[in-house]
């Protein structure tokens, strides 16, 4: 069973452009989570869907950042216009009907 | 977000020995405690996990101690190994398939 995979692993955009994050759960989860980690911090939530559905967004930024879980293919956190301080390693982790959550290996995101 | 605290920020212990990490939460509504174990350029991967309805749950080298009264957890690794020198982090989360939210994390440096 494969786990969670994430692509791409690492990114490099310049200021102002866009960044689009990929996720694709672990088989038979409907549950998407994905979480910001800063260089020598915690992990931070930032939204949590399900199949077409956003069901907590208290986590993410009001402006530039949206994620998405389509009906078919993998979870997308997006965020536009890119500022240095998006720089972080971006997490998803999956989940079945309950508390356990696991992780894909994540995305680093270097903004220039 | 809550805060949860965890402590120590870094350990250093012999190949052996036993390591502790603990944490204390503030929202009695938590009712899941995870630990994750997290090695450099890796996603975070879940280790153990208890509900406050138990005192301590033990998986191999691995236990958490729960004190509810006190409002803390803690995780024990006994005879320490060179191979679990990685970041800890605690969690807590409220009620089925919500969100995570973490400690800062414990650098653990287990020493030959």
């Known amino acids: 069973n494969a786990g969670v995979m994430q692509n791409p692993r690492h990114l490099v955009r310049r200021r102002g452009q866009e960044a689009r994050l990929r996720c694709s759960p672990m088989?038979?989860?409907?549950?998407v989570y994905w979480y910001r980690q800063l260089p020598e911090e915690g992990l931070k939530f930032m939204v949590y869907l399900q199949k077409e559905n956003i069901i907590d967004e208290s986590g993410m930024p009001k402006e530039r950042f949206s994620a998405e879980f389509p009906k078919e293919g993998p979870s997308i956190l997006r965020i536009q216009q890119v500022v240095r301080g998006d720089s972080a390693a971006y997490f998803c982790?999956?989940?079945?009907?309950?508390?356990?959550?696991?992780f894909g290996p994540g995305t680093r995101l270097t903004v220039t | 977000q809550q805060q949860v605290k965890q402590s120590p920020q870094s350990l250093i212990v012999q190949k052996g020995g036993i390591s502790i990490i603990n944490c204390a939460y503030e929202?009695?509504?938590?009712?899941?405690f995870p630990w994750y174990q997290q090695f450099p350029g890796k996603g975070p991967a879940l280790l153990i996990a208890i509900r406050p309805d138990v005192s301590e749950k033990k998986e191999g080298r691995f236990t958490i101690s729960f004190n509810k009264s006190a409002k803390q957890f803690s995780l024990h690794i006994m005879d320490s190994q060179p191979g679990d020198s990685a970041t800890y982090f605690c969690?807590?989360?409220?009620?089925?398939?919500?969100?995570?939210?973490f400690g800062t994390g414990t650098r653990l440096q287990v020493t030959l």
């Open positions: 929202n009695t509504a938590f009712d899941y």
């Open positions: 088989k038979g989860h409907s549950h």
């Open positions: 969690a807590e989360s409220t009620g089925t398939a919500s969100k995570l939210t």
């Open positions: 982790a999956s989940s079945p009907l309950g508390h356990e959550q696991y």
